[in-house]
């Protein structure tokens, strides 16, 4: 069964940075794009980036282009999200999801999520 | 940005009742090249994440039970459950992923009447 376990979250001050790494385990992921989703507490999903299965293509949500990097290297199977310049909205629990298909897609598995505070 | 609409916002249906959630899109999902709707559907229970349901609009996912059902197309959309279980309630949302960002509705929370 497809594994997606997600860390780094933590508690962090405005303004700071924090790295989100999610380990993809039975399946082979070098060959599947990948994406970030947030939800905020008690609220909706907001998806958050995408990265290509070779990691040559990368698209973000407004609100966070510019701030927010998503990263991968597939010899550790390893997807990261590195987030800068941190604000209050970005609290959230932040999923990794498995992208069906390589182009536009559905996602089709997805971790348990990893809570990031953002608070002073 | 293709903006998402569901309604209602909540819905209470009695055990082994239908349950109708619309959604509904800003602009066509309908990709003219492939002739299919890019929208999908989650369900999400209290703690757990997400879980695929539709996917092309009507495209069950393997395991999904057969009582969830997808219908719509080009910017209207339905998720149906044709006879409600305690184990459906959930809140629900439709996702577009037809171009980015790939927006997701704000959710339809499903209870037992």
């Known amino acids: 069964q497809v594994q997606l376990v997600e860390s780094g979250g933590g508690v962090v001050q405005p303004g700071r940075s924090l790295r989100l790494s999610c380990a993809a385990s039975r399946f082979s992921f070098s060959t599947y794009a990948m994406h970030w989703v947030r939800q905020a507490p008690g609220k909706g999903l907001e998806w958050v980036a995408v990265?290509?299965?070779?990691?040559?293509?990368?698209y973000y949500a407004d609100s966070v282009k510019g701030r927010f990097t998503i990263s991968r290297d597939n010899s550790k199977n390893t997807l990261s999200l590195q987030m800068n310049s941190l604000r209050a909205e970005d609290t959230a629990i932040y999923y990794c999801?498995?992208?069906?298909?390589?182009?536009?897609?559905?996602?089709?598995?997805w971790g348990q999520g990893t809570l990031v505070t953002v608070s002073s | 940005d293709i903006v998402m609409t569901q309604s209602p916002d909540s819905l209470a249906v009695s055990l082994g009742e239908r349950a109708t959630i619309n959604c509904k899109s800003s602009q066509s999902v309908l990709y003219s090249s492939d002739n299919n709707n890019y929208l999908a559907w989650y369900q999400q229970k209290p703690g757990q994440p997400p879980r695929l349901l539709i996917y092309?609009?009507?495209t069950r996912e393997s395991g999904v039970p057969d009582r969830f059902s997808g219908s719509g197309s080009g910017t209207d959309f339905t998720l149906t459950v044709s006879s409600l279980q305690a184990e459906d309630v959930a809140v629900y949302f439709c996702?577009?992923?037809?171009?980015?960002?790939?927006?997701f509705g704000q959710g339809t929370k499903l209870e037992i009447k």
């Open positions: 999801a498995r992208g069906y298909l390589s182009g536009n897609s559905w996602t089709d598995y």
């Open positions: 092309w609009a009507s």
């Open positions: 990265i290509s299965y070779d990691g040559s293509d990368k």
């Open positions: 996702q577009q992923y037809y171009s980015v960002p790939y927006t």
